[in-house]
Structures are given as C-alpha cells and as structure tokens.
C-alpha cells in the first residue's frame, strides 16, 4: 500500500501526527497546511488555503492523494470533513455533526446523559437565561466548573473556588470573554480524582485505544496558576489500569459509536476521552473530536506500527488492526517549553538554539509555535517546543531524558513546568 497524504494543521500535535505517519510503511508522500518548520522538513507543503474547502479538494485530486488527516478541531466543526468525503476523498477525522462532541459542550453532555454514559452533573444555559444560571449557582456546592458551550482554544473552561467567582466567571463569559463560544455555558458539578486521557481511533463502530497519557493543564508546578492549552504530558499513565481500560472501552467508547451511528452520523477519526478517575470508578471531564495536545506527542512517541495505514483503514470504514505493533513501546514524558505570560499576553519572534544539540542528547522535539526567521528558527506562538524523552527502562529516565533536552535549548522569555509526570514519579517512589 502507498498512500499520498495530505496532513491540515500547525501545531506540536500535528508535528507528532507528521513524523507517525512519515515512519508508516505504507506512506508514500505527506503533504501538510499550514504546517510548521518541523512538519516542513519532513512533507511538502500544500499550496492551498485550508479554509477554502473546494481549493482542498482540487489538491487533493489533483495530487491523486488517498487520505486527508486533520489535526485540529476547527475545520472538524466547520465541516471539511462533510466537504471532502461528498467529493470522493477519504478522511480521518468526523463529520461536522459528529464534531459536536467537542463544538458544543451541551451537545455532548445531553449526548452522554441520553446514552448513560458516566459524567458530571450539569445544567446548560443560554444568555437570555442569565438570571437563571445565576439562580442555579447559589444552589451547588464550591468548587463548580464553568464551561463555554463552544470552542475556546482549550481554555474556556474556569474551575469557580468560590460564589463569587463563579457569578464573575458567569457575568464574564457572557459578556463575551470567550467571543461566541460562551453565548451558551455548562455548569457541572466539580469531580475530584485524577484526570487521564485515551485516545480512541474508530472507524464508525470499531476502535482501538493508544496508550493512556495524563496532561498537566496548569500554568505552574504543582497544578497551580491559569488553565492552558497544556504544559506537558507522559505516557503512559498507570491511573489507567487495565480494569479502568475496560470500563472505558464499554461504558463510555462504545456507547459513543452506538450513539453516533444510530443517529447516522458515525464517529470516524480519533474520539479523545478526557478522564476523571477515583476508587476504581470512571466519568468523561470533556469530548475532544481529535488528538489532544500535548499528550498526542507523548503518545505517539512510544506507538509501534503502521500509522498511515491505521487511519487510512478507518476512514474506509474497516479498521485494520494488525496495522498497530504496539501502542505502548517504553514511557515518554513531553515537556512544553512556552514563551513567558501564556496563556495570556506574551512576546513572540525570539531566536531559538539548542535544538540540534538537544536532539543529540536524545529527546525528540516538537514544533508548536515556531516560524523561520531569516534562516534561523523563532518563537511564534504561545506553546513554542515539545520536548519530549523516550526510554525502555521506566518514567523517571523518559523524565530525565525529556528534561537534559529542555536544558539545551533556550530562546528569550522560556518559561516550563518543571514537575511534568509528577504523579507517576510518586506512585512508582
């Protein structure tokens, strides 16, 4: 099998998907848009404007190419995918409809109240019953999660300490904080225990599961500070025994592709499960319709197995299993190396060393928000690098790895968690 394929997105996510698929015996040729200077030394960049859903079609004929991946949510929800399969062209990733798993939260905790799959408690809310939602609040218990209905980048969701930080947070996302992702809110009850991901590759109504990966979503070291998009996360995460696996798997994966498909909308792509496990049982925190970011890099760096072919086999409908090896080849640990004042106002266009020189001492490194800049590679983003160690033996080596590459590089403003795969370090002492 030689497969042409076109790669949509930018960031550290895409560049993990980039080399994954460039490693898969059955590639041929990757393309990539918008791409970045890591995903662009390894495809070719694809002339054409990603939100011109025709000019992407043309390409991708014109290439002769046999399969679309697209990395990030924002074309899901605008319905490329609806766009490109109409025209002939497979695709991993789900249909628009499909989407509103992660493109509007209340879909998706009415979707999972409908097919009793294990959640949060939640009331959803419209601007015009503000008063209402302000009503709901004074009744729940501190401290309460308040979500924007819509996309947010990852960052539209505020965990209120108190009353009055919840009746802020109200008064803020409906004033506009969020732009119009936060017209509508969910408000849900606030689960404690540790969080998780698994990511679900499906083609309609089958799946399988990658390794299991634990983000660190918090600003600073030891969860503390604003939410981010995340700061770092390893693989995988032993929070996610086999017995937990299992309760995924039926309580909540597979009453999503049962869902889906009754609706005819079957899910067809990757189904992120965002986690909240204590004593042994399992709810969903969120839906994510794609691979997250940053975990994707931690998992894929310990993937074995032809993942061109994997996808490509989900997206006409049959997935091949032998296509994966294995999903769990050794422990990594990815660090994120962001520029100083993320996840808010921050400097970019910062010349980055040390790449190479970390590369030598044996950590992969992502690309997220980086630019060519007369020939030299700068900052251009708020999440800058992903750098990630990989290791046979255990966690704390894929850490130590991860870390001696962190420490080569530097760029003006570096600002990273230094704690990444905390959890894992205590429970293994």
């Not at 046999?66 to 605008?78: N, T, W």
């Not at 924007?148 to 009746?167: Q, T």
């Not at 992702?181 to 399988?208: K, P």
Request: charged share 25%; hydrophobic share 40%; glycine share 10%.
């Amino acid at each position: 099998m030689n497969l042409n394929i076109l790669l949509i997105g930018s960031g550290g996510r895409e560049h993990a998907l980039a080399i994954a698929l460039k490693k898969s015996k059955s590639c041929s040729e990757l393309y990539a848009n918008p791409g970045n200077p890591g995903i662009l030394e390894i495809s070719k960049f694809a002339d054409v404007n990603i939100s011109d859903h025709d000019s992407i079609s043309s390409f991708c004929k014109e290439k002769n190419l046999d399969l679309v991946v697209i990395g990030p949510e924002q074309p899901l929800a605008d319905g490329l995918t609806n766009h490109l399969t109409k025209n002939g062209i497979k695709v991993f990733g789900p249909s628009s409809e499909a989407a509103m798993l992660e493109s509007s939260k209340g879909f998706a905790k009415k979707f999972m109240k409908e097919h009793n799959i294990p959640t949060a408690s939640y009331e959803c809310f419209e601007k015009a019953d503000e008063s209402k939602a302000h009503d709901y609040i004074n009744t729940q218990k501190m401290p309460l999660v308040i979500k924007a209905d819509g996309l947010a980048a990852g960052k539209g969701v505020v965990i209120a300490e108190s009353y009055i930080d919840a009746h802020s947070t109200l008064d803020e996302m409906f004033d506009g904080r969020f732009g119009d992702a936060s017209v509508s809110v969910v408000i849900e009850e606030f689960m404690d225990g540790e969080e998780a991901s698994v990511f679900a590759v499906c083609d309609g109504e089958d799946f399988v599961t990658l390794a299991p990966s634990q983000d660190h979503k918090r600003a600073y070291d030891g969860d503390n500070g604003p939410n981010t998009g995340g700061m770092g996360a390893y693989a995988p995460a032993q929070i996610v025994t086999e017995d937990i696996l299992s309760k995924v798997n039926s309580q909540i994966i597979e009453p999503v592709l049962k869902g889906m498909k009754e609706k005819g909308t079957p899910f067809i792509g990757c189904l992120y499960c965002g986690l909240m496990i204590k004593d042994n049982t399992v709810k969903v925190v969120e839906f994510n319709v794609r691979f997250g970011d940053p975990e994707t890099q931690s998992v894929l760096s310990i993937f074995e197995g032809d993942l061109a072919k994997l996808f490509w086999s989900c997206a006409d409908g049959n997935i091949d299993k032998s296509s994966v090896i294995s999903v769990s080849n050794g422990f990594s640990c990815n660090v994120v190396l962001a520029s100083q004042g993320y996840p808010d106002s921050y400097e970019k266009g910062f010349v980055i060393t040390g790449l190479d020189e970390a590369e030598k001492e044996g950590a992969i490194v992502y690309h997220a928000g980086t630019k060519t800049d007369d020939g030299m590679i700068a900052t251009n983003g708020g999440r800058v690098l992903g750098v990630t160690g990989v290791s046979e033996v255990d966690i704390e080596s894929a850490v130590i790895a991860a870390y001696d590459g962190v420490n080569q590089i530097q760029f003006e403003n570096k600002f990273y968690r230094k704690d990444i795969a905390f959890r894992a370090m205590k429970k293994s002492g």
